[in-house]
């Protein structure tokens, strides 16, 4: 079944790619130009002008969700198994998930700086809500009964954690990681256009301003690729880590 | 052997004081069992989850092997009625996951769990999730997984009650097996009559209301070879459904 899955993302590409072609040929303007020669233009600039775009986006993006999930995670099971946590911090968590991220950037840089920190501290941001959340519905979900048998061996809290919170939440974390990506990546894209000379969303805007339509299609291309390869990374995570889900 | 002594639990709510159980005195020798009866509602499984570690306000004493209960310091196995397996553990890992909390690798070697897996008819699932498996398996694994402890109290919350008539007898059989071979006190609760018949020594009628127990007896039939074919067995499971239900009665009269 894997191999067949991998022959409909295969198609699906073909598809897509055929249709921007007949577009491209269609409108017949410089702001579309056809997928050859896009990828043609790709091969030759990305080693030498793209891939280090890219390494900084794909680090930025890491470094805030390392930093998510290291304060995310802890406070999702805090909240999660003991509700006197839970009773303090979720109006704290319930009036700051929907602020709009994106509309604190100005006073992320006036704290931050223009440079990494700020870019990190926006996908931090973007990220942690969707984790706290997620993990602490996942450890609430979880039937009071599964403890007992636990409980009677003494087990310690550690034992709680590795047997039961981690692995019952787990499924809900990557969900929700899954669904936060997209929206940082989005997000990095316009933090990138201030205040840095690296990353995709500097290259392509930049490609932009200098009206080379072919670079900024493969500055596109390559962050898309960058989302997909983030994602099926995820898809495989989570396949490994919770097979058991999928056994009936 | 385990040793409870006046035994109180009460809920508290904000308005009200519910007494579960009151007064409640056992004993049960070292390798021994006893089946709690009672109906739904009685503390059965109030008495079972302060055996276990799960309820810590109670009043009155309970010692096990001489000391004080604590599941930290004693080996309690606890099969409820669910049974209680971790549906993203694999069967081998939910099996060894009491060794793994206890610390005790030593417990049971690799060859010894694989024999118990074998005398369960278990041995070809350790690979498998507890969802992939039938109730009488699932059940099957629980037992293995309490009995590879060698627990010094086994606890079993309505034990056979998910199963279909054939499959409960048959897990009876297995548990009894188990039970000569590993010498452990069980205590296990039960609304069966005569699944109380069938794997209590003692027989203790929980009353339906006050929360003390009104009739401990000792069970003649208790090991007996096909005791379940034979007239006394069913003679006998009458004479304690007439108790039961006297008792019962009187409980609701007063």
Known sequence: ?248 | MINIENLSVKYKSDSDIYTALSGINLTIPDGGTLAVIGPSGCGKSTLLKVIAGLITEYDGKIHINGEELNPKKQTIGFMPQNYGLLPWRTVYDNIRLGMKIKRAPELLDRKMLKKLMRQLGIEGLGHRYPTELSGGQQQRVALARVFALQPDVLLMDEPFSALDAITREEMQDIFLRLWHRFNVSTILVTHYVEEALYLGQRIAILSANSGDISTILDNPLFGGKDIRQKPEFFEMSLRLRTTIKKDWKQAWEN
Not at chain 1, 46 to 54: G, N, P, V, W
Not at chain 1, 180 to 190: D, Q, W
Request: a neutral charge; charged letters at 10%; proline letters at 5%.
């Open chain 1, 1 to 248: 079944m894997g191999k067949l899955v991998g022959v409909w993302y295969g198609l699906a590409a073909i598809v897509l790619t055929i249709i921007w072609f007949v577009v491209s040929q269609i409108v017949d303007l410089p702001i579309i130009p056809s997928p050859v020669k896009v990828v043609e233009n790709l091969a030759d600039i990305f080693m030498q002008y793209i891939a280090i775009h890219s390494l900084y986006s794909l680090l930025r993006i890491l470094a805030g969700l390392v930093l998510a999930v290291a304060i995310g995670l802890p406070m999702g099971v805090l909240m999660g198994y003991f509700p006197a946590t839970d009773k303090f911090l979720a109006p704290i968590v319930y009036l700051t998930y929907p602020v709009p991220k994106i509309a604190l950037l100005p006073i992320l840089m006036l704290l931050f700086g223009v440079g990494e920190l700020s870019k990190i501290v926006m996908i931090f941001l973007i990220i942690v809500f969707q984790v706290v959340v997620a993990v602490r519905d996942g450890i609430r979900a979880i039937p009071t009964e599964t403890y007992y048998p636990l409980y009677s061996l003494g087990a310690s809290f550690k034992d709680i954690f590795f047997e039961v919170l981690w692995p019952a939440s787990l499924p809900k974390f990557i969900t929700a990681i899954r669904v936060a990506l997209a929206t940082a990546i989005s997000v990095l894209f316009f933090t990138e256009t201030f205040g840095t000379q690296y990353g995709m969303g500097y290259f392509i805007m930049d490609a932009w301003l200098r009206v080379n339509y072919l670079e900024m299609y493969s500055g596109i291309v390559v962050l898309s690729l960058l989302g997909l390869v983030l994602f099926t990374t995820i898809d495989f995570i989570e396949k490994y880590t919770c097979d058991w889900q999928y056994k009936n």
